[in-house]
């Protein structure tokens, strides 16, 4: 049997948790689908819970690639999902984050709690120091990050960040919004 081959890697940031509705849910899985059926890795936090658990569960049952990177000390508290895909443990968030980071092409943060705006943050902040340039996307379920646009537009008004910093990153209030800028950044022609 010929081994499926993947064009890109796409990294997403979420909760471990569901949220209080279930909108969030249905995005995470409608976008495990979606990678799935167009051959994009989820490269992923390795949690089995909340929207993290929902996303890897989509990407597995529609036969997708996976790579989960998990900190020992989260092994716990999160659960791993074991028969999703790849499992890389760390030893700290750091070295999580860093491993995420390199086997990445592209960033998309779903709805989440502190641990997701932190990681989120930190990409951006690589991209506004020219550590990294790979692309930045929020879904912006239910207009979850709305009151985060608007910190980043006052962080900008106060002058204490230049107006690039508006451009570094890009909401999408849905799936279908987002897979046409998705696929473009990833080099993907839609058609394939």
């Not at 949220?19 to 849910?25: F, P, R």
């Not at 409608?30 to 994009?40: D, W």
Request: net charge positive.
């Amino acid at each position: 049997m010929e081994k499926v081959k993947y064009k890109k890697s796409l990294c997403v940031f979420c909760g471990s948790k569901n949220g209080n509705n279930l909108i969030y849910k249905k995005a995470a899985k409608e976008l495990g689908t979606y990678l799935a059926k167009n051959k994009i890795r989820l490269v992923y936090g390795g949690g089995s819970l909340g929207l993290m658990g929902e996303l890897a569960s989509s990407v597995n049952r529609n036969k997708g690639d996976i790579l989960g990177v998990i900190p020992k000390h989260l092994l716990q508290i999160e659960g791993i999902n074991k028969n999703h895909g790849e499992i890389i443990i760390t030893d700290d968030m750091h070295t999580r984050k860093k491993t995420m980071y390199n086997n990445s092409d592209a960033f998309l943060c779903l709805p989440g709690g502190i641990g997701t705006l932190e990681e989120v943050s930190e990409t951006i902040t690589w991209f506004q120091l020219n550590i990294s340039r790979k692309p930045i996307f929020f879904l912006n379920i239910n207009g979850y990050w709305d009151k985060f646009r608007v910190l980043v537009e006052d962080i900008v008004s106060a002058e204490f960040a230049s107006k690039d910093l508006l451009n570094y990153f890009t909401f999408f209030e849905s799936l279908e919004a987002l897979v046409p800028s998705l696929l473009s950044s990833l080099e993907i022609d839609s058609k394939e």
